[in-house]
């Protein structure tokens, strides 16, 4: 599923992985 979330929105993981931006 995470994946999935990468083509969906990859800043929404990359905003949790690393922060704002």
């Known amino acids: 599923m995470q994946a999935q979330q990468l083509l ?3 800043r929404s ?3 949790n992985s690393t ?3």
Do not use: M
Request: hydrophobic share 35%; charged share 20%; no cysteine.
């Open 8 to 10: 969906a929105s990859p």
């Open 13 to 15: 993981w990359d905003i």
């Open 19 to 21: 922060g704002p931006d």
